[in-house]
């Protein structure tokens, strides 16, 4: 899977703000019977169990009626695809209800990696180590800016910008 454009991380950040209003929540946490996925004040789905497909209105001969006078009917035919099983539908009650706060926090994540990289430009921007070694993090997440960087010193830099106690950066 390929990593999301900064266009389509800003796509994500619209549809979040675009959203009903949290905190979600399932009813029941998913077992309740009315299946449903509330905002803060309304539901927002409602998530089923059981069989699916498509329904779509047919006509047909009643029984005990003969063929050319008979007497016709209309009814409903189903085609089921498929089923959902109930834990599954509980399952995916929990998903959609916890969604909005999951994409907040993946979205925290990437900023913070942001901030972590800019650090990281900025403290080594023209830095080059005698006997350093490309630093498996930076490379995995910007392989274009990666340069030979002691391990040492890296941890100390995510320490700083961390503000753990104890680092300095001098």
Known sequence: MKPLTDA???AVR?????IS???WSSCGEGKC????????DYPVAEVIAGEWGDSYPAIRLKPGTGSIQGEYEAYIEHMPYGEVTEEQAIANRLFIAHAPDCVDRLLATLKER????AAYRAHYSGFVADKGEVCPII???DPAY????PHAEFKRLLRIARGEQGATDA
Do not use: M
């Open 33 to 40: 019977k009315c299946s449903q996925v509330w905002s803060s």
């Open 14 to 18: 619209t549809e979040r703000q675009a």
């Open 146 to 149: 990666s340069k030979p960087v």
């Open 8 to 10: 389509q991380l800003e």
């Open 21 to 23: 209003p949290g905190p």
């Open 139 to 141: 490379d995995a997440l």
């Open 114 to 117: 942001d901030r972590l990289l």
